[in-house]
Nanobody, 125 residues
Framework: QVQLVESGGGLVQAGGSLRLSCAAS????????VGWFRQAPGKEREFVAA????????TYEDSVKGRFTISRDNAKNTMYLQMDSLKPADTAVYYC??????????????????WGQGTQVTVSS
């Protein structure tokens, strides 16, 4: 069982930066692939980025490549999403999610059984 708590959301102007954090409980974080998803009002939840449990592999949704960076610190049981060059289209509730132990990354929300409560990111134009 993994419990996840996001933080770091807020209001920022277009072109600005934010760093989201996701703190995980439990002793299995270091062997768990984790990812970020987001959901804008009236839209489906969509994949943003994911990182392998070893930290050696990352994947990104095309619209955030080159602007967002996912990372993890297994010693701190924490995952991060550095978001630069933010755009109004990035406005959404951002969720962190975790897979079962030793699974690889996935862009499908149904592959992640554990979810945080979400943190709001608002980018003004």
């Amino acid at each position: 069982q993994v419990q996840l708590v996001e933080s770091g959301g807020g209001l920022v102007q277009a072109g600005g930066s934010l760093r989201l954090s996701c703190a995980a409980s439990g002793r299995t974080f270091s062997s768990t692939a984790v990812g970020w998803f987001r959901q804008a009002p009236g839209k489906e939840r969509e994949f943003v980025a994911a990182i392998h449990w070893s930290g050696g592999s990352t994947t990104y949704e095309d619209s955030v490549k080159g602007r967002f960076t996912i990372s993890r610190d297994n010693a701190k049981n924490t995952m991060y999403l550095q978001m630069d060059s933010l755009k109004p289209a990035d406005t959404a509730v951002y969720y962190c999610a975790a897979r079962g132990r030793y699974y690889g990354t996935s862009a499908s929300a149904t592959a992640y059984p554990y979810w945080g409560q979400g943190t709001q990111v608002t980018v003004s134009s």
